[in-house]
């Protein structure tokens, strides 16, 4: 699962694809809650056989996304993103909502 910073807009993903891609990707996430499908402007490079994804998107916080990036019908990669404020080593699900004394 990768971990976004709701307060960015612009990202970037670092990932091992399953084939190195020649062509156009198409970047497509898939909101679990609202159960919305959007297509995602991007840009990529390849360096060293990773996957280097660029794209502008607003999250909310504690958003849960599935994605896929595509070539031409063909999957190069799946995966999950989480959106929080939260640093990733920091994480706390409960985090604000039970207060000890």
Excluded at 3 to 28: C, G, K, M, N, W
Excluded at 37 to 63: H, R
Aim: hydrophobic fraction near 35%; avoid cysteine; glycine fraction near 4%.
């Amino acid at each position: 699962m990768i971990v976004v910073d709701t307060l960015e807009t612009s990202h970037t993903l670092q990932l091992i694809p399953r084939y190195i891609p020649e062509l156009a990707l198409t970047f497509v996430v898939y909101n679990e809650t609202t159960q919305e499908s959007s297509t995602i402007i991007n840009t990529y490079q390849i360096v060293d056989g990773v996957l280097k994804l660029s794209f502008d998107y607003t999250f909310a916080e504690d958003d849960k996304l599935q994605f896929k990036i595509e070539e031409i019908g063909e999957i190069v990669f799946r995966g999950k993103i989480f959106a929080t404020t939260q640093t990733p080593q920091d994480y706390k699900l409960t985090n604000g909502l039970y207060y000890y004394e």
